[in-house]
C-alpha cells in the first residue's frame, strides 16, 4: 500500500488550499482515510477523516468549520480543502488509512502513512 500526499505550498492567512491524497494497492471502500498534520516541535494531530463509504466524517476543533474532507471519484483521490487558513495551519500534512470502522481519530489506528506535504501559511 502506497499514499502519496500532494498540494501542499506556501500561502497567506486566509487564503484557500486543496490537498490531495492518493492511495495505490488498496480498493477504495476498504479502508477509511485520515489527515494529520505536525507543526515543528509539536506533536502529530489529527486533522479530518472520512469513513469508508463517506458516511462518517470527523474534524478536530480547531478546523472544524474551516476544512472539509471528501472523495473526489474523476481523481480517485480523497482530498482536503483548507479554507480560511491560518498561520497555526503551518505544519506538514500526512494521509493515513485505516482498516478500522468508525470515525477513527487515534494516529495509532492508522495503518499506512504518506510521506506528507508542507503548508506554510504566512501572516
Known amino acids: 500500500v502506497q499514499l502519496q500526499a500532494s498540494g501542499g505550498g506556501l500561502v497567506q492567512a486566509g487564503d484557500s488550499l486543496r490537498l490531495s491524497c492518493t492511495v495505490s494497492?488498496?480498493?477504495?471502500?476498504?479502508?477509511?482515510l485520515g489527515w494529520f498534520r505536525q507543526a515543528p516541535g509539536r506533536e502529530r494531530e489529527f486533522v479530518a477523516m472520512r469513513s469508508r463509504k463517506g458516511s462518517v466524517t470527523r474534524y478536530s476543533d480547531s478546523v472544524k468549520g474551516r476544512f472539509a474532507i471528501s472523495r473526489d471519484n474523476a481523481k480517485n483521490t480523497v482530498d482536503l480543502e483548507m479554507n480560511s487558513l491560518k498561520p497555526e495551519d503551518t505544519a506538514v500534512y500526512y494521509c493515513a488509512i485505516t482498516f478500522q470502522y468508525g470515525g477513527v481519530q487515534s494516529a495509532e489506528d492508522y495503518a499506512y502513512w504518506g510521506p506528507g506535504t508542507l503548508v506554510t501559511v504566512s501572516s
Open positions: 494497492g488498496r480498493t477504495w471502500g476498504t479502508y477509511a
